[in-house]
């Protein structure tokens, strides 16, 4: 099965930095990928999918690029309510795995 | 507008049986691919299961040949059969639709596994 790994596992940045968390595939993966914001007791939400489009309604501060194994989700301009836990997940068959999560806190 | 509302979970004691459902509105569960999410407590998100439109299932390795997942399409309802429960599989169960392309989820329910 694929693995989808994660870095950093958390990270602490200021308002108003940009932030990039990255995703790797163990193998390909083409573009089938979905990046979740999850707020503490809150359902995950999507905000990217197909690596790099925003699903409607999500802040244009956020982006996604990446293909293949390698991916990326940047937040432009970290605002305090981006504080969550991130996680990519790749759908292009089962199992749709998870990556561990990114934990992104305000400095 | 699209919902998902599950029900099912509680306390029940390892070795024990318990079935998920999720009652679907606004969209038909056979059209769609319909997951199962879990989410231990303090954990990440774990994939459990998935079953595609054409009726084919797959599973996590962690639940495999315990869990059963299913629809009922007269009812438009997914479910989750699980059986012998451990304790690591005690999470908050989510079920979500097309996992990954859509953004539709239910709220959870708490399955507890504990003697």
């Known amino acids: 099965d694929i693995q989808m790994t994660q870095s950093p596992s958390s990270l602490s940045a200021s308002v108003g930095d940009r932030v990039t968390i990255t995703c790797r595939a163990s193998q390909g993966i083409n573009n089938y990928l979905a990046w979740y914001q999850q707020k503490p007791g809150k359902v995950p939400k999507l905000l990217i999918y197909a690596a790099s489009t925003l699903q409607s309604g999500v802040p244009s501060r956020f982006s996604g690029s990446g293909s293949g194994t390698d991916f990326t989700l940047t937040i432009s301009s970290l605002q305090p309510e981006d504080v969550a836990t991130y996680y990519c997940q790749k759908y292009n068959n089962a199992p749709y795995t998870f990556g561990q999560g990114t934990k992104l806190e305000i400095k | 507008e699209v919902q998902l509302v599950e029900s099912g979970g509680g306390l029940i004691q390892p070795g024990g049986s318990l079935r998920l459902s999720c009652a679907a509105s606004?969209?038909?569960?056979?059209?769609?691919?319909m997951s199962w999410v879990r989410q231990a407590p303090g954990k990440g998100l774990e994939w459990v299961s998935v079953?595609?439109?054409?009726?084919?299932?797959y599973y996590a390795d962690s639940v495999q040949g315990r869990f059963t997942i299913s629809r009922d399409n007269s009812k438009n309802t997914l479910y989750l059969q699980m059986n012998s429960l451990r304790a690591e599989d005690t999470a908050v169960y989510y079920c979500a639709r097309d996992i990954g392309m859509r953004d539709y989820w239910g709220q959870g329910t708490l399955v507890t596994v504990s003697s």
């Open positions: 079953i595609y439109t054409g009726g084919s299932a």
């Open positions: 606004g969209f038909i569960v056979s059209s769609s691919y």
